[in-house]
């Protein structure tokens, strides 16, 4: 319970750094261009990553390419997401870009434990998990008044 507790705080603290990550973003994007900004984050990401792999690295980097393709598309996905909230912070501002962001996780993840997508544990949406969706949707819907 305690290793639950400690991941939550750390889960909560790293979606703190997500909206400051987007606000910074979305700024730099309306100066810089949101492509450029999006480079930005990703080579910056790759050198600081380099560093980590260097001296923490697990030395099975030649793995990937053992897995089927599709699994290589969280990269993809990854640069989807940040492209997608350099453009929208500026529009909608950081609240309703994250409070979307975090609609579309809760769906989508809601369907891959209730289906077993991609290998996970099949875990049934209960009505607990349907109320928290709909929360959140009656969340964004504040959030534009």
Known sequence: MKKKLVYFIIAIVTGAFLSLESALYGKLGE??????TNFYNFFMGAVILLVFLIFFGKGKLSALNQFPKWNLLGGVLGVTYMVVIVIGVPL???????IT???????????IDHFGWFRSDKKEVGPKRIVALVLMLVALGFTFY
Do not use: C, T, Y
């Not at 100066?31 to 450029?36: A, D, I, M, P």
């Not at 962001?101 to 369907?111: A, E, F, N, T, Y």
């Open 31 to 36: 100066r810089v261009g949101e492509l450029e």
């Open 92 to 98: 909608v501002g950081v609240g309703i870009a994250m």
């Open 101 to 111: 962001v975090i609609i579309g996780q809760m769906l989508v993840s809601i369907l």
